[in-house]
């Protein structure tokens, strides 16, 4: 393996996970904004009002978003075994 398909790898992984970890993080992002946001506003400073938005938020984009998670995690699998050279 040269040192070129090393790096393409590489680059494949990380633009994989940030792929699969992009829809996760910034709806929690956006969900922790908006909570703070209203925590500010209304002066409530309750801990559990920032966590429990964020995990329903997160499940409800995994449900929506899993199927094509899996198969994009399973496309990536897929090619770095047929990058894999016959013996």
């Given at each position: 393996?040269?040192?070129?398909?090393?790096?393409?790898?590489?680059?494949?992984?990380?633009?994989?996970?940030?792929?699969?970890?992009?829809?996760?993080?910034?709806?929690?992002?956006?969900?922790?904004?908006?909570?703070?946001?209203?925590?500010?506003?209304?002066?409530?400073?309750?801990?559990?009002?920032v966590f429990v938005?964020?995990?329903?938020?997160?499940?409800?984009?995994?449900?929506?978003?899993?199927?094509?998670?899996?198969?994009?995690?399973?496309?990536?699998?897929?090619?770095?075994?047929?990058?894999i050279p016959p013996?």
């Amino acid at each position: 393996m040269t040192f070129d398909e090393v790096i393409f790898h590489g680059q494949n992984a990380v633009f994989t996970i940030l792929r699969l970890a992009g829809p996760l993080l910034l709806t929690a992002l956006v969900i922790g904004t908006i909570v703070s946001v209203l925590q500010s506003v209304t002066q409530i400073q309750e801990i559990t009002l920032v966590f429990v938005p964020k995990m329903v938020g997160v499940f409800v984009v995994l449900l929506v978003v899993g199927a094509w998670m899996l198969d994009v995690s399973v496309g990536f699998g897929r090619s770095m075994f047929e990058s894999i050279p016959p013996p």
